[in-house]
């Protein structure tokens, strides 16, 4: 049996542009993976960037809070030295309300731990030590993480996970 291919010049040309379609082709979808992983390289940076900022936040954050926190203490205990029969429910319910500012705190940056929006790794690093002292202080224990009434729930959680 013999097999005669005869191509008409209609049917080369057709090949050559099918053969150059499927080249383009091939090429179009280098440069697309090319393209996006350089966009996926940018996504990322940006991503890491966005996480630093909002890390960067959560350290200030906390760290006003604090200083709220410690110098409403002191102002607290200089009154009570210079003023020892004063009335001071007024004065005790702003600093738990300040007390409170500083535990929101806290939680807010624990809630971006769990939904995984920081880094995870540097979070421990930075904040294992500091949860654990907030929770285990005694003066701070019974009033605000006590098992029967969790007021700081994704403090408690990340607490648990961290210890």
């Known amino acids: 049996m013999k097999l005669d291919i005869d191509f008409t010049s209609i049917e080369i040309i ?14 179009d979808r280098i440069a697309n993976n090319i393209s996006n992983k350089q ?3 940018k996504a990322e940076k940006a991503l890491r960037l966005a996480q630093g ?6 350290r200030s954050s906390i760290s006003q809070a604090r200083q709220r926190v410690d110098s409403f203490a002191l102002e607290l205990k200089k009154f009570k030295l210079e003023q020892p029969n004063v009335d001071l429910s007024t004065h005790k319910k702003l600093f738990y309300s300040i007390l409170e500012d500083f535990f929101n705190q806290y ?3 624990c809630m971006l731990y769990l939904d995984k929006k920081i880094d995870r790794k540097r ?10 002292n907030v929770i285990e202080n005694k003066s701070y224990k019974d009033r605000y993480f006590r098992d029967d009434d969790i007021r700081f729930e994704a403090i408690i959680k990340v607490y648990n996970k961290l210890k």
Do not use: H, N, P
């Not at 057709?14 to 090429?27: C, E, F, H, R």
């Open 107 to 109: 939680d807010r940056a």
């Open 14 to 27: 057709t090949i050559l542009i099918s053969g150059l379609a499927i080249i383009i082709s091939i090429w």
């Open 39 to 41: 966009s996926d390289k």
């Open 53 to 58: 900022v909002t890390e960067i936040e959560i």
């Open 123 to 132: 979070f421990k690093k930075e904040y294992k030590m500091e949860l654990i």
